[in-house]
């Protein structure tokens, strides 16, 4: 395999003592030339680890591969084309007045598609949404279109990925007092939707860098935890969305995202999220992601800038 070849140079040039940059660099003239050298495909039923340390990225918090608050290109698990991989996550966010609880798994299929099955359970800290308990369900599907981000060193096309987010409220608790029982008290139109984007991703080896835009459309109020459409609106938006990372070491990422929302709801002003991070992969069965997000306002109820930590651990094989 020949990702397997150029894991093991990486390895040994880090033993050798060789800087990471010129190892990169090294691996990003190498890797085009996979197109001449692996010219047949070699089936495994068993999950074969065979992509680069951390080009599966990590399962960002509605359950699809990519970063913490964005869908990128690349595919979840480390199954090459000739195999599958899958990963099982756990994302906590805590802000100031909310925390967002989410879990999930996803499938990496001949690195072509994933499938993705996430929960998501939101709840209130301060008076009065101190009761606060909404449940979400996302199921996920993302097939890639177009390009490789590893073997593509030698042309600037992007690896290109389509994906669909479906999502449907499982529960809504704790507004009682405020006489809220369901979704569209608040303004919302419906309490399932999908999600709808494009994404492309672009590893630069050379430069040890990672850039990414998501385009997505969308009716989602707060990524659909307060439902969708609203009396502000009802229509599907394009959202911008775009994250870049650093590689300063092949097991380390730092970088940043920035993600766009509509505002469709009268009793919340909601704004772009945004976030800073750093994910750490110790090996290709775990991966440690810790970040600082900044979600905007939540509802007019608690009307303050959310902000706090984020952390988030993947297992997979």
């Given at each position: 395999m020949?990702?397997a070849l150029?894991?093991?140079l990486?390895?040994?040039?880090?033993?050798?003592g060789?800087a990471?940059g010129?190892?990169?660099?090294?691996v990003a003239?190498l890797?085009p030339?996979?197109r001449?050298i692996v010219t047949?495909?070699a089936?495994?039923?068993?999950?074969?680890?065979?992509?680069?340390?951390?080009t599966?990225?990590?399962i960002?918090?509605e359950?699809?591969?990519?970063?913490?608050?964005?869908?990128?290109?690349?595919?979840?698990g480390?199954?090459?084309?000739?195999s599958?991989?899958?990963?099982?996550?756990?994302?906590?966010?805590s802000?100031?007045?909310?925390?967002?609880a989410?879990?999930?798994?996803?499938?990496g299929i001949?690195?072509?598609?994933?499938?993705s099955?996430a929960?998501q359970?939101?709840?209130?800290?301060?008076?009065?949404?101190?009761?606060?308990?909404?449940r979400?369900?996302?199921?996920?599907?993302k097939?890639k279109?177009a390009?490789?981000?590893?073997?593509?060193?030698d042309?600037?096309?992007p690896?290109?990925a389509a994906?669909?987010?479906?999502?449907?409220?499982?529960?809504?608790d704790?507004?009682?007092?405020?006489?809220?029982?369901?979704?569209?008290q608040?303004?919302?139109r419906d309490?399932?939707?999908?999600?709808?984007y494009?994404a492309?991703?672009r590893l630069m080896?050379?430069?040890?860098?990672l850039?990414?835009?998501?385009?997505?459309?969308t009716r989602?109020n707060?990524?659909?935890?307060?439902?969708?459409?609203?009396?502000?609106?009802?229509r599907m938006?394009?959202?911008?969305?775009?994250s870049?990372a650093?590689?300063?070491?092949?097991?380390?990422?730092?970088?940043a995202?920035?993600?766009?929302?509509?505002?469709?709801l009268?009793?919340?002003?909601?704004?772009?999220?945004?976030?800073?991070?750093?994910?750490w992969?110790?090996g290709?069965?775990?991966?440690?992601t810790?970040?600082y997000a900044?979600?905007?306002?939540?509802?007019?109820?608690?009307?303050?800038r959310?902000?706090?930590?984020?952390l988030?651990?993947?297992?997979?094989?």
């Amino acid at each position: 395999m020949f990702n397997a070849l150029a894991e093991d140079l990486l390895i040994a040039l880090q033993q050798q003592g060789v800087a990471q940059g010129a190892a990169f660099r090294l691996v990003a003239k190498l890797a085009p030339m996979q197109r001449d050298i692996v010219t047949a495909r070699a089936a495994s039923a068993t999950p074969d680890m065979g992509k680069l340390l951390a080009t599966g990225g990590v399962i960002q918090v509605e359950g699809a591969g990519g970063g913490g608050i964005v869908p990128w290109a690349l595919i979840s698990g480390y199954g090459t084309r000739d195999s599958w991989g899958a990963n099982a996550h756990y994302t906590y966010l805590s802000t100031q007045d909310y925390q967002l609880a989410s879990y999930g798994v996803a499938v990496g299929i001949a690195d072509r598609l994933e499938i993705s099955l996430a929960d998501q359970q939101f709840k209130g800290s301060l008076a009065p949404l101190d009761k606060l308990d909404i449940r979400q369900q996302i199921v996920g599907v993302k097939v890639k279109l177009a390009g490789d981000v590893v073997y593509d060193q030698d042309s600037a096309m992007p690896q290109l990925a389509a994906g669909i987010l479906y999502k449907r409220h499982q529960r809504l608790d704790g507004l009682a007092a405020l006489g809220v029982s369901k979704l569209p008290q608040l303004g919302a139109r419906d309490d399932h939707g999908y999600d709808y984007y494009l994404a492309a991703t672009r590893l630069m080896l050379e430069h040890s860098l990672l850039l990414n835009a998501t385009l997505r459309a969308t009716r989602a109020n707060q990524m659909g935890l307060l439902g969708f459409g609203g009396d502000q609106g009802n229509r599907m938006r394009l959202m911008p969305e775009f994250s870049v990372a650093y590689l300063p070491d092949r097991k380390l990422a730092i970088g940043a995202e920035y993600r766009r929302k509509p505002h469709n709801l009268g009793i919340d002003h909601e704004k772009a999220y945004y976030d800073v991070f750093v994910a750490w992969f110790p090996g290709k069965n775990l991966s440690l992601t810790a970040a600082y997000a900044v979600l905007g306002d939540i509802t007019t109820f608690n009307p303050k800038r959310q902000r706090g930590a984020y952390l988030s651990a993947q297992v997979g094989f």
